[in-house]
């Protein structure tokens, strides 16, 4: 079993899978807003908890929202193509907005 802070794994327990419900606890220092899951290696994990720190809102990796921002470049260089020229404006606006909202939270980023 391990506990994943946004996204990514902070402690492992090995659990036996012989059938009888089984205790288990971590304990796992949250320092900033953040998001928690458990997870079941190789098989499922549980749904988010959200916890917020001194009212912070959750945000995700410096790394996380670049990625994000390069995935809008490119969806839009895919499909601008295909949008008839009666939405094609109104179509650009949405995507400067997606992206504006990204940069927004970059600049809300720690790490």
Known sequence: MEVVVNGLPVATQLLAADDPLRDLSFDVPIERSSWIAVRVLGSSHTNPTFVLVGGKPIRASRRSLEW????????????????????????????DDARAAYRRRLAECEL
Not at 87 to 95: D, G, T, V
């Open 68 to 95: 994000c921002l390069k995935s809008i470049d490119q969806c839009w260089s895919q499909k601008q193509r295909f949008i008839s020229p009666g939405k094609l404006a109104e179509a650009r606006q949405a995507y």
